[in-house]
């Protein structure tokens, strides 16, 4: 079974809790960017169905914005609302702009009980998240808080991908890495404006080398991955099947920017019943014939399965019991 595999059959089991010196796994098919500065959207977030929701402090805010007023209605929308998101994060602005340190200090220390994560953006290299580690060990001692909270990395640019292994490995508190398709074509000067759009032009997929990069280090240093946005929010099928590119290269979930991708995000990346079902079969076939009968590889339903076999099967069982799947009846 794979680190990832393992630690969130683990998460499940124990509620999608882990010890505090290691990143939290937790269900993240869809991650619904809100703007802090429109409470209207902040009380409609509240009431959706997405798996995270990430109050954002820094594209979705104009810069005459970016002030204690936005940082106040951010706190107010975790403090106040009865969010059906299990997980609640706020992207701050990134560490080498002057709105970084107030962003996460001030939300920390307000409404730090309520907040499962910070997400870092255009991280570089290792001192982004460093600086971050340290700043949050900081303020959860000086506000007294009893969680531990996790860090978002979202790789948006060229320099960041080159150092994507050695930005995972900086801390303990990553709990996922992000691709931010808007902001990297900017950084490799793509002639175009829809953001994570693959050009119809382009001789194969777009995106297919960050994606894989970004989800390959993720699995090597047992984290999440995460697709980022598709910006024509009412281009369903658009989305669905940039949704399907990087769920079939190993992601756990994507970014949702309108409560129409909501349905159509949840659904891509939850296993299907039958496919659930067909990997607890091959889970049962398997420990029938590796512990009983003292075979390593079997025939089963026409295929020949193996101990590969009994890893792939773990990754999609783990995802569907994550989902809320459960074997029908027999």
Same mark, same amino acid.
């Given at each position: 079974?794979?680190?990832?595999?393992?630690?969130?059959?683990?998460?499940?089991?124990?509620?999608?809790? !882990?010890? *505090?010196?290691?990143?939290?796994?937790?269900?993240?098919?869809?991650?619904?960017?809100?703007?802090?500065? &429109?409470?209207?959207?902040?009380?409609?977030?509240?009431?959706?169905?997405?798996?995270?929701?990430?109050?954002?402090?820094?594209?979705?805010?104009?810069?005459?914005?970016?002030?204690?007023?936005?940082?106040?209605?951010?706190?107010?929308?975790?403090?106040? &609302?009865?969010?059906?998101?299990?997980?609640?994060?706020?992207?701050?602005?990134?560490?080498?702009?002057?709105?970084?340190?107030?962003?996460?200090?001030?939300?920390?220390?307000?409404?730090?009980?309520? $907040?499962?994560?910070?997400?870092?953006?255009?991280?570089?290299?290792? *001192?982004?998240?460093?600086? $971050?580690?340290?700043?949050?060990?900081?303020?959860?001692?000086?506000?007294?808080?009893?969680?531990?909270?996790?860090?978002?990395?979202?790789? !948006? &640019?060229?320099?960041?991908?080159?150092?994507?292994?050695?930005?995972?490995?900086?801390?303990?508190?990553? !709990?996922?890495?992000?691709?931010?398709?808007?902001?990297?074509?900017?950084?490799?000067?793509?002639?175009?404006?829809?953001?994570?759009? *693959? &050009?119809?032009?382009?001789?194969?997929?777009?995106?297919?080398?960050?994606? *894989?990069?970004?989800?390959?280090?993720?699995?090597? /240093?047992?984290?999440?991955?995460? #697709?980022?946005? /598709?910006?024509?929010?009412?281009?369903?099928?658009?989305?669905?099947?940039?949704?399907?590119?990087?769920?079939?290269?190993? /992601? #756990?979930?994507?970014?949702?920017?309108?409560?129409?991708?909501? #349905?159509?995000?949840?659904?891509?990346?939850?296993?299907?019943?039958?496919? /659930?079902?067909?990997?607890?079969?091959?889970?049962?076939?398997?420990?029938?014939?590796?512990?009983?009968?003292?075979?390593?590889?079997?025939?089963?339903?026409?295929?020949?399965? #193996? !101990?590969?076999?009994?890893?792939?099967?773990?990754?999609?069982?783990?995802?569907?019991?994550?989902?809320?799947?459960?074997?029908?009846?027999?």
């Amino acid at each position: 079974m794979s680190v990832l595999s393992r630690r969130l059959r683990d998460a499940v089991k124990a509620g999608l809790d !882990e010890p *505090s010196d290691r990143p939290t796994v937790r269900l993240r098919r869809s991650c619904l960017a809100v703007p802090a500065s &429109n409470p209207k959207m902040l009380a409609k977030a509240a009431t959706l169905e997405a798996d995270q929701v990430f109050v954002d402090l820094e594209d979705a805010v104009a810069s005459s914005e970016k002030n204690d007023r936005t940082r106040q209605q951010a706190v107010a929308a975790l403090l106040e &609302n009865e969010w059906r998101a299990r997980t609640l994060v706020v992207r701050v602005n990134a560490v080498d702009t002057q709105w970084c340190f107030r962003d996460v200090s001030f939300v920390v220390l307000r409404a730090g009980a309520r $907040l499962d994560c910070i997400m870092l953006p255009k991280v570089e290299d290792a *001192s982004h998240v460093h600086f $971050l580690d340290h700043l949050l060990g900081q303020l959860e001692r000086e506000g007294d808080l009893e969680q531990r909270i996790g860090i978002e990395v979202l790789i !948006e &640019n060229a320099r960041g991908l080159i150092n994507v292994a050695e930005i995972a490995a900086a801390s303990t508190r990553i !709990e996922a890495l992000i691709f931010g398709p808007g902001d990297y074509a900017a950084s490799l000067g793509l002639p175009q404006l829809s953001v994570g759009i *693959s &050009n119809p032009e382009y001789p194969g997929d777009q995106w297919h080398y960050p994606l *894989s990069r970004i989800v390959t280090t993720a699995r090597a /240093y047992g984290l999440q991955a995460i #697709d980022g946005p /598709y910006g024509a929010i009412r281009d369903v099928d658009g989305f669905r099947k940039s949704a399907e590119r990087s769920k079939l290269l190993g /992601y #756990d979930g994507k970014w949702v920017l309108h409560p129409g991708q909501l #349905d159509a995000c949840n659904e891509m990346f939850t296993p299907s019943q039958d496919q /659930y079902e067909l990997a607890e079969r091959l889970l049962s076939a398997y420990r029938q014939f590796s512990e009983v009968d003292g075979v390593g590889a079997a025939m089963h339903d026409g295929e020949m399965i #193996d !101990e590969a076999s009994r890893r792939m099967a773990e990754a999609i069982t783990a995802r569907g019991r994550a989902a809320g799947l459960k074997r029908a009846e027999a």
